[in-house]
Nanobody, 115 residues
Framework: QVQLVESGGGLVQAGGSLRLSCAAS????????MAWYRQAPGKQRELVAR???????NYADSVKGRFTISRDNVKKMVWLQMNSLSPEDTAVYYC?????????WGQGTQVTVSS
């Protein structure tokens, strides 16, 4: 059974930083791309960053240069380092893995950036 557990969200002032963590289990972690998505109130869930098994990364244009995704295949962890946060980054952040055609999600962690 695939489980993704996020942590690290919270309230931060604009310009601050947060580091989100995602612990994975029940999946052959090392071979699968991992991703972070976010969903702001009244908006659709959107891709924030993705990292492949060989650590190739891609980012949403809105976070390039500010966010960094990383992973540890031994620990089965993926992180999202978020710097220079702005109120527009306020959302629930979700860890994701896609196995075949099925998406698996964590419970989400709330990030709130105050101005």
């Amino acid at each position: 059974q695939v489980q993704l557990v996020e942590s690290g969200g919270g309230l931060v002032q604009a310009g601050g930083s947060l580091r989100l963590s995602c612990a994975a289990s029940g999946v052959i972690f090392s071979i699968n791309p991992m991703a972070w998505y976010r969903q702001a109130p009244g908006k659709q869930r959107e891709l924030v960053a993705r990292i492949t098994s060989d650590a190739s990364r891609n980012y949403a244009d809105s976070v390039k240069g500010r966010f960094t995704i990383s992973r540890d295949n031994v620990k089965k962890m993926v992180w999202l380092q978020m710097n220079s946060l702005s109120p527009e980054d306020t959302a629930v952040y979700y860890c994701n893995v896609r196995l075949g055609t099925k998406d698996y999600w964590g419970q989400g962690t709330q990030v709130t950036v105050s101005s």
